[in-house]
């Protein structure tokens, strides 16, 4: 299986995109928050790499093609923004102070239990950009010292936590409005948290675009300043 995976060019992304077929199936048949297609795929993908004993760099030759499509897939969120436009415009204040407090809230939360459980400054900046898009996540933890292979699943789970959560957040503590909780799932779980507002509503889906990129933006401005804290 291994020499599978080192002479072909397209193993990797096969597996990936295998594994993310069956996932949603899954979540299509037994309609299951926990049963998460990216969840899904990435726990089918390790299985196989595992019992298959291939390594990470041989599996990233084929399966690195699938990252060529984030930046032009999230550049594509941008779509449902531009067609909620004038809503945007009628809720900008809301919108600028509702990002703000949720970026803060995510470093405060880090700062806070990385204290509580004595971790060290690189773990701690490791985990600052837990809540923005893998792109510039990964940016900002190597720009503060952080472990970049980390930052990257740490990303990854938050976002899967918050697709599967977000709504039932929502409905815990009755938030109805559509610009909040678009935001909410935007500015906590990024793109894959978007992809959850996109399934509840238009208005929801174009205020979760919004946030991620906004709140990448603060991410950064303001992760330099916390990584001082601690």
Known sequence: MDNLFQTSLFAGVTVSLVAYLLGMLLKKKFKLAILNPLLISIVLTIIVL??????????????????????????????????????????????????????????????????????????????????????????????????????????????VLGNILGEFVCKIFRITEPISKGLALGASSHAIGTAKAIEIGEIEGAMSSLAIAVAGILTVVFASVFANFY
Do not use: R
């Open 50 to 159: 595992v019992v298959a004993d291939v390594d990470y760099d041989t599996y990233n030759k084929g399966a690195s093609y699938l990252s060529w499509f984030l930046t032009p897939a999230t550049v594509c969120l941008a779509i449902p923004l531009y067609e909620q436009w004038t809503l945007l415009k009628k809720n900008i204040a809301a919108v600028a102070l509702g990002l703000t407090a949720g970026v803060i809230t995510s470093l405060v939360t880090v700062l806070v239990l990385s204290v509580l459980m004595g971790l060290s400054h690189e773990d701690y900046v490791t985990l600052l950009p837990k809540s923005i898009t893998t792109a510039i996540g990964m940016g900002v933890s190597e720009e503060l010292g952080g472990y970049v292979t980390i930052t990257v699943a740490v990303i990854v789970v938050t976002g």
